[in-house]
């Protein structure tokens, strides 16, 4: 095996011990990077290590460009590479390093490589996290129509109920327009409450405890939704295929003998027996 075939199974290969092994340290090293942009964030440790932190910087940014080179040599298809979704997560992970040698405010864009975190799923696409990680996605895929519905319906209420709060209340009370209407409906809806805009009638407030007690009600709507998806995905996965001969359905408990729907025998020669 050549230098360029041997790089290409350790980097992206990730179901080799090297391939795994690099991408752990990589993975720390973009951990590692994201802390010295904080710190340098802020003024009192910029004012004593600004220098060390410029420095530790510029060697990740270094690093992450000699890794995407590297990447770049040894894939196949390079373009390919470099327009793939990893391939521009890396791209974006050195660009704003760059360009901060010629523009000064681009620095704060370094906090940017933070999305390179995502290959930790790289990291454990063949690990036990996986199985987990694909109940998650079918419980989301399950509970999607559900939860957009429910979106919708809040985008109502909180249209209706802001823009009733700009007739009650009015400028005067500091609801200038429908849309500051609609952003005080959205933060008393969600219980948060800023009280930058508070209502000061009667009819205002009654209106706001309305919102207020309709937030309660409806905040745990779409965690029940995915809860329930969730429950049914795991659930799935423990269940085998046998069809009911009554009523055909495909799918039952592993330790099922009878069927869910219609309660006819999964196996009726073994009922027979018995």
């Known amino acids: 095996m050549d230098t360029r075939q041997n790089l290409y199974s350790i980097i ?7 391939g795994q092994r690099f991408d752990r340290y990589l993975l720390l090293c973009i951990m590692a990077s994201l802390v010295v942009v904080m710190l340098d964030s802020i003024d009192s440790v910029h004012s004593q290590h ?8 510029w060697g990740f940014t270094a690093l992450f460009a000699i890794e995407y080179a ?4 040894c894939s196949p298809k390079p373009l390919r590479y470099a327009f793939s979704f990893f391939g521009l997560i890396d791209l974006l992970a050195i660009l704003p390093g760059i360009l901060a040698l010629y523009y000064g405010e681009a620095q704060y864009l370094l906090i940017i490589r933070v999305i390179r975190m995502l290959r930790i799923f790289r990291v454990l696409k063949l690990s036990p996290y996986l199985r987990q990680a694909n109940f998650l996605l079918t419980a989301l895929r399950g509970s999607k129509q559900k939860i957009i519905v429910f979106f919708a319906c809040i985008a109502i209420l909180v249209t209706v109920f802001g823009t009733l ?5 009015g400028p005067a009370h500091g609801f200038t ?15 948060v409450g800023f009280g930058d805009i508070v209502p ?13 007690i309709t937030g309660y009600s409806i905040i745990a709507v779409p965690t029940g939704i995915f809860t329930a998806e969730l429950a049914n995905a795991m659930r799935g996965d423990e269940q085998f295929e046998h069809p009911c001969p ?4 495909t799918h039952h408990q592993s330790a099922a003998a009878f069927c869910s729907r219609c309660g006819d025998p999964l196996f009726p020669r073994h ?4």
């Open 200 to 212: 000061k009638t009667a009819l205002g407030q009654a209106l706001s405890t309305l919102v207020m």
């Open 165 to 169: 709060m700009y007739v009650i209340e």
């Open 246 to 249: 009554n009523c055909k359905k």
């Open 12 to 18: 992206f290969h990730t179901d080799t011990p090297a």
């Open 271 to 274: 009922a027979d027996q018995g």
């Open 177 to 191: 327009s429908i849309p500051k209407g609609i952003y005080w409906a959205v933060v008393t809806l969600t219980t």
């Open 50 to 57: 600004g220098r060390l932190l410029a420095g530790l910087e």
């Open 70 to 73: 590297v990447r770049l040599y």
